[in-house]
């Protein structure tokens, strides 16, 4: 059997890692073709030894010269910033791409994975929120393969009959999105403003970055999850209903208009959907354990509440208008770094996620430089809004005209 050729964007990341782990099993199917990191290059350095990459690319060319002294006596060729991510993913030689970096850097690179046809293994749920539209037409006009990584997106996909074009044709009513409530889901809310960067990365169930980890304590995670659930499936907001389920052990369900609703179960470990997409149609082993249904007991479910969680009801408003996801991602990004630095409170990352979003309404963008420019410029507000604590009116006006 030829080996699958296998890029991982984000290789250190927890994804990343997660990723090689499963590769690691199965040396008889993948082969590492290149791995990449944004800044920890001695992390990088030492998964390329043991995985033995044609190419190794550090994201951020300060630490070009370090990486290449590392890998001075390997055979690994080390490349770096953007466009060494965008060589990686687009290689003739490369089979599959797993895209992992976190946040709206991963859109050019894994853009550039679907405009050469790859299989697009899809972590990276920012680039299709900040440009779904393109991404997906990047998708089909290229023939790529794009298979969702997000826990529930797979097991949505899972549920989904292998020939599904749209949920009126596969007779699906609604798409159930679980989402664990995070880990204030029964906070006091005046304790909101006071919680700190540890306690919203302690997510109760699973273990993940600290970007994706500030998004599921607000639920943002599950709004950029709405986002990306609309285009991946093709469905309307009104499709999708949010059901907090604080377990993590359904990862979502498809309701059919016969009444059956088709779930996906499994231990909350970002292995089984990784060794899903990895190996699809086929199933390989994944190292996660078996699901212990007598000793989980119990599932719960519960609405969400919005008041609670205004950034999730931010992008039920978002879904379906390509400016305003490009805008909210973008600030959302520039708040959550903000709080992670202690310059912002968890509470206030809504509110400067409504503002911008409000002031700077544009047309859906068409281009990849549209795209890159309503994004460059809600950052720039939202950079605005934390400098001075609200929105001047020369730029936003600026921005909102344009
Ligand atoms: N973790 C999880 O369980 C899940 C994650 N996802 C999604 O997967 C993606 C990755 O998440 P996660 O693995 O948790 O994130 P991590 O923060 O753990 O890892 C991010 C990876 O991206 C790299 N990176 C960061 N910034 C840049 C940049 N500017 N340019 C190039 N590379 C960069 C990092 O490199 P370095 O290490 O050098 O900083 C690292 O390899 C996110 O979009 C997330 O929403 C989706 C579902 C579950
Ligand atoms: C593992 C995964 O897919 C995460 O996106 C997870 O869903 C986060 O949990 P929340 O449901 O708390 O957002
Ligand atoms: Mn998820």
Redesign the pocket.
Same mark, same amino acid.
């Not at 990449?36 to 920890?40: G, V």
């Not at 992992?100 to 946040?103: D, E, K, P, T």
């Given at each position: 059997m030829r080996l699958e050729q296998l890029t991982i964007l984000?290789?250190?990341?927890? $994804?990343?890692l997660s990723t090689l782990d499963v590769v690691r099993r199965h040396p008889d199917r993948y082969q590492v073709f290149a791995l990449? +990191?944004?800044?920890?290059w001695q992390?990088l350095a030492e998964l390329c030894i043991e995985f033995q990459p044609k190419y190794a690319v550090i994201?951020d060319p300060q630490f070009l010269p370090l990486l290449e002294r590392a890998l001075s006596s390997y055979a690994t060729e080390v490349l770096a910033g953007v466009e060494g991510?965008q060589c990686v993913a687009a290689h003739k030689d490369v089979d599959a791409v797993m895209a992992? $970096?976190?946040?709206a850097?991963?859109l050019l690179p894994t853009l550039a994975a679907a405009e050469a046809g790859k299989k697009v293994l899809l +972590?990276?749920?920012?680039a299709l929120v900040m440009a779904g539209h393109l991404f997906m037409q990047a998708v089909h006009d290229n023939g790529a393969v794009l298979l969702p990584?997000?826990?529930e997106h797979n097991a949505i996909f899972q549920c989904l009959p292998a020939n599904y074009v749209d949920a009126s044709t596969a007779g699906v009513s609604k798409i159930l999105l679980t989402a664990s409530g995070g880990p204030f889901r029964t906070l006091a809310l005046d304790a909101f403003a006071e919680v700190t960067p540890e306690q919203a990365c302690a997510h109760p169930n699973?273990r993940?970055?600290?970007?994706?980890s500030v998004d599921s304590a607000s639920m943002m995670n599950k709004g950029l999850e709405l986002i990306e659930a609309c285009w991946l499936f093709d469905l309307t907001p009104a499709d999708v209903n949010v059901v907090i389920h604080p377990q993590s052990v359904i990862h979502s369900m498809v309701q059919y208009v016969d009444g059956s609703v088709l779930a996906q179960l499994g231990n909350p470990d970002?292995r089984t959907p990784i060794a899903h997409a990895l190996a699809w149609p086929e199933r390989i082993t994944s190292g996660v354990a078996p699901l212990d249904i007598i000793a989980t007991a119990r599932l719960d479910f519960e609405a969400p509440d919005l008041a609670r969680f205004p950034c999730l009801r931010l992008a039920f408003e978002a879904a379906g208008n390509g400016c305003a996801s490009t805008v909210l991602n973008a600030a959302n990004e520039v708040a959550v770094d903000a709080f992670l630095a202690g310059k912002l409170s968890f509470d206030r990352i809504a509110e400067l996620n409504e503002q911008v979003m409000h002031q700077l309404v544009d047309t859906t963008p068409n281009s990849l430089d549209q795209v890159l420019r309503i994004d460059r410029e809600a950052r720039l507000i939202a950079h605005q809004w934390l400098d001075h604590g609200r929105l001047r009116g020369d730029l936003s006006h600026t921005a909102a005209k344009r």
């Open positions: 984000g290789a250190t990341g927890s $994804i990343g990449s +990191a944004a800044s920890q992390k994201a991510l992992a $970096i976190v946040g850097a991963g +972590a990276n749920k920012e990584i997000d826990s699973w993940m970055g600290r970007k994706i970002m």
